[in-house]
T-cell receptor, first 111, second 114 residues
Framework: GQNIDQPTEMTATEGAIVQINCTYQ??????LFWYQQHAGEAPTFLSYNVLDGLEEKGRFSSFLSRSKGYSYLLLKELQMKDSASYLC????????????FGTGTRLTVIP | DTAVSQTPKYLVTQMGNDKSIKCEQNLGHDTMYWYKQDSKKFLKIMFSYNNKELIINETVPNRFSPKSPDKAHLNLHINSLELGDSAVYFC?????????????FGQGTRLTVV
């Protein structure tokens, strides 16, 4: 089975840094993805980790520890437009590229 | 150019009806998917198709049937619609496994069953 946990909601201030955690217990692992989803829109890709460590892409970074079943998404210099849901997803090692999503973290950025 | 497109964007229908949602991708991807996002925003995989073969079905009722006329299309047919089917349905596609790339999602179809 697949069990992926994230906090339901977070609030942070514009210009600050926020860390969104994700823990997973899955039957197999072949990479972890973070997606951003604005209300009423499709999820869009942010980052991908398959090896342990930190991946940095501009204001966004993602970290993975496979031994701990743990990842986080770090958002720096928060902007109002970063208010959205952030979805952690684990890819199964089966014949398909299936992604199993957590419930998502709704981030609200306040002035 | 739209990478993954699905129609319609909104669909309101009565219980018991049969409806279809269409999806097309112009990315040349091998695998396409259908996901369901419920009112709690939980995104759950329903089907995936690889080279026109269904390779996984995540305990979805058999009222739901994916149909893939070719590699670029994966349509979703739903028979005898129920109130609990109300949700947003997302189509997605991805390249072959082994490449470190993500799935691309369509804009979603908001299905409301009344």
């Amino acid at each position: 089975g697949q069990n992926i946990d994230q906090p339901t909601e977070m609030t942070a201030t514009e210009g600050a840094i926020v860390q969104i955690n994700c823990t997973y217990q899955t039957s197999g692992f072949n990479g972890l993805f973070w997606y951003q989803q604005h209300a009423g829109e499709a999820p869009t890709f942010l980052s991908y980790n398959v090896l342990d460590g930190l991946e940095e892409k501009g204001r966004f970074s993602s970290f993975l520890s496979r031994s701990k079943g743990y990842s986080y998404l770090l958002l720096k210099e928060l902007q109002m437009k970063d208010s959205a849901s952030y979805l952690c997803a684990v890819r199964a090692p089966s014949g398909a590229n299936n992604l199993f999503f957590g419930t998502g973290t709704r981030l609200t950025v306040i002035p | 150019d739209t990478a993954v497109s699905q129609t319609p964007k909104y669909l309101v229908t009565q219980m018991g009806n049969d409806k279809s949602i269409k999806c097309e991708q112009n990315l040349g991807h091998d695998t396409m998917y259908w996901y369901k996002q419920d009112s709690k925003k939980f995104l759950k995989i329903m089907f995936s198709y690889n080279n026109k073969e269904l390779i996984i079905n995540e305990t979805v009722p058999n009222r739901f049937s994916p149909k893939s006329p070719d590699k670029a299309h994966l349509n979703l047919h739903i028979n005898s619609l129920e109130l609990g089917d109300s949700a947003v349905y997302f189509c997605a596609s991805s390249p072959p496994q082994g490449r470190a790339t993500e799935a691309f999602f369509g804009q979603g179809t908001r299905l409301t069953v009344v």
